[in-house]
């Protein structure tokens, strides 16, 4: 069988959304992937050096696309932006005079986006930026609120990663949760929604399983080994 190359969400996929604790036992799967040939690499609204870190000491492919795809990380050093922070500022910005509650929520440090707290009507932010014109996009990761560059998507930001593996969609096997997740499913051959995922979500891909997070893992890549035996 051909190395595949896994892009895996961490928040509410790996974790659960209340603590951001790893599951222990899907680390282990994806690692075990990893040692059969494979490649896994993360692809979070998280930090890169986040899920880079996570790489690291997670035992998995030491490449991550974070901040929804604003970014690539394949070394401490190494950080290629594809977002741009000042003008998601910009909208922040502007979004806290018709939205009072909307803030910034604590997060490690980000250097292509805005990441607000969870706790205004999305939808409404959505349509005051579309309604005056910004050129960034807000979305849901089920973690926070995530502003970021129009166009800034974690498929964007993973067909960088492809390139460099010089993958075809056939190569790409998806696994996430949030709608932060779509564009990332229609760029793999094979796609994964979690239990905890909403219907929407799910209905983009082109596999789903009961399990939530770590539990939803396990299984799907149970169901993924059946999907490439039939092949």
Same mark, same amino acid.
């Given at each position: 069988?051909?190395?595949?190359?896994?892009?895996?969400?961490?928040?509410?996929?790996?974790?659960?959304?209340?603590?951001?604790?790893?599951?222990?036992?899907?680390?282990?799967?994806?690692?075990?992937?990893?040692?059969?040939?494979?490649?896994?690499?993360?692809?979070?609204?998280?930090?890169?050096?986040?899920?880079?870190?996570?790489?690291?000491?997670?035992?998995?492919?030491?490449?991550?696309?974070?901040?929804?795809?604003?970014?690539?990380?394949?070394?401490?050093?190494?950080?290629?932006?594809?977002?741009?922070?000042?003008?998601?500022?910009?909208?922040?910005?502007?979004?806290?005079?018709?939205?009072?509650?909307?803030?910034?929520?604590?997060?490690?440090?980000?250097?292509?986006?805005?990441?607000?707290?969870?706790?205004?009507?999305?939808?409404?932010?959505?349509?005051?930026?579309?309604?005056?014109?910004?050129?960034?996009?807000?979305?849901?990761?089920?973690?926070?609120?995530?502003?970021?560059?129009?166009?800034?998507?974690? !498929?964007? /930001?993973?067909?960088?990663?492809?390139?460099?593996?010089? &993958? *075809?969609?056939?190569?790409?096997?998806?696994? =996430? @949760?949030?709608?932060?997740?779509?564009?990332?499913?229609?760029?793999?051959?094979?796609?994964? !929604?979690? /239990?905890?995922?909403?219907?929407?979500?799910?209905?983009? &891909? *082109?596999?789903?399983?009961?399990?939530?997070? =770590? @539990?939803?893992?396990?299984?799907?890549?149970?169901?993924?080994?059946?999907?490439?035996?039939?092949?």
């Amino acid at each position: 069988m051909k190395p595949k190359i896994y892009a895996v969400d961490i928040d509410g996929t790996i974790t659960d959304n209340k603590g951001g604790r790893v599951d222990l036992d899907a680390l282990a799967a994806l690692r075990y992937l990893v040692k059969l040939g494979h490649k896994v690499i993360y692809v979070t609204g998280r930090s890169s050096i986040e899920a880079y870190v996570l790489s690291v000491f997670g035992g998995t492919t030491r490449i991550a696309v974070g901040e929804n795809g604003g970014i690539i990380t394949s070394g401490p050093d190494e950080h290629r932006l594809i977002g741009n922070k000042q003008e998601c500022l910009k909208a922040f910005q502007f979004i806290k005079t018709k939205i009072p509650d909307a803030v910034e929520k604590p997060v490690f440090p980000r250097i292509t986006e805005v990441v607000l707290e969870r706790n205004f009507d999305v939808n409404l932010g959505k349509k005051i930026l579309a309604e005056n014109n910004f050129n960034v996009q807000l979305s849901d990761s089920m973690y926070a609120y995530h502003i970021n560059s129009k166009g800034v998507n974690k !498929a964007n /930001g993973f067909l960088e990663v492809m390139k460099m593996f010089s &993958a *075809t969609k056939q190569d790409v096997i998806a696994i =996430g @949760d949030s709608e932060t997740d779509v564009p990332l499913f229609g760029l793999a051959g094979i796609s994964v !929604a979690l /239990g905890n995922a909403t219907d929407d979500v799910k209905s983009h &891909a *082109t596999i789903t399983v009961p399990g939530h997070a =770590g @539990d939803g893992i396990i299984e799907a890549l149970e169901k993924i080994e059946l999907k490439l035996l039939v092949k």
